[in-house]
């Protein structure tokens, strides 16, 4: 293999010059600033946080949010205005369909009205384990709207 001479009479060039020429120390003076008057600095206020939707949330198409969660192994639906605050449940009832591995057919449990009226709670036991797909329509009754329904990746 022939050295290429072009190449190596560059490098050597730029060797050479870079000795021929040190670079010398420049020495640059600390920069002082001038103590700054502080100035009026308001109180620290601290954003409001939301407040938190217990459970897997789902967002209403007409405004407000579900909170979904199990307790006791029954499910239970809590409906959240649009900021986040509990609201009464304002539909009926609410129909929810699930597979399971134990069988060929899926689960059904329907969810009624609780005591205080805000929110919707199946007696169905729910059996581990807690992950699948669930199928979820609410039920206004006497309404000529078509019900609202949700497919929810149900983990927990």
Known sequence: MKPNTSLLRTVLVA??????????????????????????????????????????????????????TLENSNFKLAFYGPKKLPVPADVARANARWPVHYTVFDEHAVLTPSADGMALISTKFVRPPYVFKLYLTLIVEDSAEPPESYVIDFHQ
């Not at 920069?31 to 700054?36: D, E, F, G, I, N």
């Open 15 to 68: 060797a050479l010059l870079g000795a021929a020429v040190p670079l010398g120390a420049v020495t640059v003076p600390p920069v002082t600033t001038p103590p700054s008057k502080p100035d009026k600095v308001a109180p620290e206020t601290k954003p409001e946080e939301e407040p938190k939707i217990a459970g897997i949330v789902i967002p209403r198409a007409k405004g407000g949010f579900l909170g979904l």
